[in-house]
């Protein structure tokens, strides 16, 4: 079965900073990875996705991530934060069954 | 419709008593899945419709939870004789069964149980 795996649980970085989140995965096969943020008291909302092709995968928001299979991971990627970038961000991988696996989340506090 | 939409947005309920709740997913999809959300925790599967069959129903963590969905529309999640431990933000999505295609996500469910 898949897993996916987030570490940190919270990132605080200072704007203007470098974000970087970090996920891997387990999977047999390769995967279709999302990742989705979600803003307090708010639902999911997918940032970007990696199905097939190119592996620096751009999304919303200025975020991107390259899906690298030597390491089986997925990380998300901003040169610069804003404060409007604080939120929890999850990572998220999807089987041949439609079944989606998230990650734990991680939290990401931006310092003025 | 535009987006899944779910109600309430937002219940109060006393232990024991049983809820509904109702997830109106985007048109075409026939994909459902639900996810329960516990505070400050990430996202626990509970159930995963493809049309009105549940192929995976291993999350649902008890017998006092239930799903069903009528054809590729709206589902309800069922929950008997709540208890504390069920208080948590529920989450629907829908999606494409296309392998490539995300999940969208209504605004969720926050049930409290006291």
């Known amino acids: 079965a898949q897993s996916v795996t987030q570490l940190g649980s919270h990132v605080s970085v200072s704007e203007g900073a470098l974000v970087l989140l970090r996920c891997n995965y387990s999977?047999?096969?390769?995967?279709?990875l999302f990742w989705y943020v979600q803003y307090p008291n708010q639902g999911l909302q997918l940032l970007l996705k990696?199905?097939?092709?190119?592996?620096l995968v751009k999304g919303i928001n200025g975020f991107e991530a390259e899906f690298k299979k030597s390491e089986t991971s997925f990380h998300l990627t901003k040169p610069s934060a804003h404060m409007s970038d604080a939120a929890e961000y999850f990572c998220?991988?999807?089987?041949?069954?439609?079944?989606?696996?998230f990650g734990s989340g991680t939290k990401l506090n931006v310092k003025p | 419709g535009a987006g899944v939409s779910q109600s309430p947005s937002n219940k109060v309920t006393e232990k024991g008593k049983d809820v509904e709740l109702r997830c109106d997913p985007i048109?075409?999809?026939?994909?459902l899945y639900w996810y329960r959300q516990r505070l400050g925790q990430g996202l626990e599967f509970l159930i995963y419709?493809?049309?009105?069959?549940?192929?995976?129903k291993s999350g649902l963590p008890s017998d006092r939870f239930s799903a069903e969905r009528t054809g590729e529309s709206v589902s309800t999640l069922t929950i008997q004789r709540t208890q504390q431990e069920d208080s948590a933000v529920y989450l629907c999505a829908s999606s494409l069964i296309l392998g490539q295609t995300e999940a969208f996500f209504g605004q969720g469910t926050r049930l409290t149980v006291v």
């Open positions: 998220a991988v999807k089987n041949n069954f439609n079944k989606f696996y």
């Open positions: 990696y199905t097939t092709g190119a592996t």
């Open positions: 999977s047999s096969v390769p995967p279709y």
């Open positions: 419709f493809q049309g009105n069959s549940a192929p995976d």
């Open positions: 048109s075409g999809h026939t994909a």
